[in-house]
């Protein structure tokens, strides 16, 4: 029998602006920064959960670490990552989104209940906050 994933530990975005996009995630979206590293920014994302930020040049290469090698990696082109947001909480996202200089471009209600609020980054990913309904499971 095989064991069950227990959730997500991290995301990972990519950008060429690590310090510009690095900046959205903590002055627009009010991402709480827990690491940094040459390279590599990371903000705590709920509990037990994380986004990590690379720069692009710099993931592709493995890493030796003293603990064993972290493989390189990449992602062409922009990406996309789900904020959870309380359904109560809407709102006032859209509101704080407004005040903080960060452009909605687009709301979607899904037919769950879930509703879902999307914008870009400064690296041009697709950043979703969406509250419970959107998916069966969420």
Same mark, same amino acid.
């Given at each position: 029998m095989r064991p069950q994933i227990q959730g997500i530990v991290e995301s990972v975005l990519?950008? +060429? +602006?690590?310090a510009g996009t690095a900046a959205f995630y903590e002055e627009v979206l009010g991402l709480v920064p827990i690491a940094s590293h040459d390279g590599m920014r990371v903000f705590q994302a709920g509990t037990a959960q994380n986004l990590l930020l690379f720069d692009r040049r710099a993931a592709e290469? +493995?890493?030796e670490l003293? =603990? *064993?090698l972290v493989p390189g990696h990449r992602? +062409? =082109?922009p990406g996309h990552i789900a904020f959870h947001i309380a359904i109560a909480d809407y709102d006032a996202w859209v509101e704080a989104l407004r005040n903080r200089g *960060?452009?909605?471009a687009s709301e979607v209600t899904w037919p769950g209940g879930g509703r879902s609020l999307y914008l870009d980054d400064p690296a041009d990913n697709v950043v979703e906050l969406a509250t419970p309904g959107l998916w069966p499971n969420f």
């Open positions: 990519y950008t +060429d +602006d690590l290469a +493995d890493k003293p =603990g *064993g992602c +062409d =082109g *960060g452009v909605i």
